[in-house]
T-cell receptor, first 118, second 110 residues
């Protein structure tokens, strides 16, 4: 079945460092890809998304590009801040066409905890 | 602008007790989900619903039941609590590509 694999944490960085969190997926067809962020004590929030190959999702300085050839959707940020400390989840949505026009379910990776030190 | 509301936020249950985790959304979304989050394990789908009156099992449905009598509400029922059900439970609704999560219910079974 479909699955998402992301790099294991925790990841500890100093403020203003460059961030990469790797995410690869296995899916039949063309899923949509997402990054969700979970701040301490809160639920998950959508950070960014990409719905087709070569799309780049971006938000709050974070970026990720949908790479079909490498089945990857790596999250990057050029300069992290202490406020970026959170758990980051990569996720995919099963292809629309498999459900006759309705959206498929979300499948999540295990999450990567990021801690940014001042 | 409430979004997805879960109650309670915390609960301790004894083995064998029952309880219902409540979830309500005010965005008129058809799709709703229940996930459990175990440490280091990401989120696993328990049950989902594509509209009022329609529910289906996810990856880990054993020990749980759901109902969806209205678009707004999607309660999760634990009939005979077991220590393995100690987890954080998240309810979510979905519109197109975006899922909206509640703040979670932390359940401990002792």
């Amino acid at each position: 079945g479909d699955s998402v694999t992301q790099m294991e944490g925790p990841v500890t960085l100093s403020e203003e460092a460059f961030l990469t969190i790797n995410c690869t997926y296995t899916a039949t067809g063309y899923p949509s890809l997402f990054w969700y962020v979970q701040y301490p004590g809160e639920g998950l929030q959508l950070l960014l998304k990409a719905t087709k190959a070569d799309d780049k999702g971006s938000n709050k300085g974070f970026e990720a590009t949908y790479r079909k050839e490498t089945t990857s959707f790596h999250l990057e940020k050029g300069s992290v801040q202490v406020s970026d400390s959170a758990v980051y989840f990569c996720a995919l949505s099963e292809p629309r066409e498999r459900y006759g026009g309705s959206q498929g379910n979300l499948i999540f990776g295990k999450g990567t905890k990021l801690s940014v030190k001042p | 602008n409430a979004g997805v509301t879960q109650t309670p936020k915390f609960r301790i249950l004894k083995i064998g007790q029952s309880m219902t985790l409540q979830c309500a959304q005010d965005m008129n979304h058809n799709y709703m989900y229940w996930y459990r989050q175990d440490p280091g394990m990401g989120l696993k789908l328990i049950y989902y619903s594509v509209g009022a009156g329609i529910t289906d099992k996810g990856e880990v449905p054993n020990g749980y039941n759901v109902s969806r009598s209205t678009t707004e509400d999607f309660p999760l029922r634990l009939e005979l609590a077991a220590p393995s059900q100690t987890s954080v439970y998240f309810c979510a609704s979905r519109w197109r590509a975006e899922a909206f999560f509640g703040q979670g219910t932390r359940l401990t079974v002792v």
